[in-house]
């Protein structure tokens, strides 16, 4: 049973509010890169590689803290995780 995900970080600004489906969901620690849930060769794709090059930061981060949500408008039950990336040097 897959899980479903949405995402927020203080270093980066997310315009999309739709959920991400992830087969497990992210514990607090683990590493993740939401560049594999952007279809290749997409706009999509390419502006949250630029924004991450722009930004300096690496693709990957950690997951800092996590919180089960429930969207009453989508009907839908979605767990809401930060994400706090690294700077490039």
Known sequence: ????V???SYDV?????????????PQVGDEVNLI???KYRTLERLEY???????????NALVTERTWCNDLEKQEIYLLI???YKRRK
């Not at 049973?1 to 479903?4: A, F």
């Not at 997310?14 to 969901?25: G, M, R």
């Open 1 to 4: 049973m897959s899980v479903k």
């Open 6 to 8: 949405r995402f927020y």
């Open 13 to 25: 600004e997310f315009d999309f509010e739709n959920s991400v489906e992830f087969p497990v969901a």
């Open 36 to 38: 594999s849930f952007f």
């Open 49 to 59: 590689v630029n924004s991450m090059e722009d930004l300096h930061l690496y693709e």
């Open 82 to 84: 930060q994400l706090k």
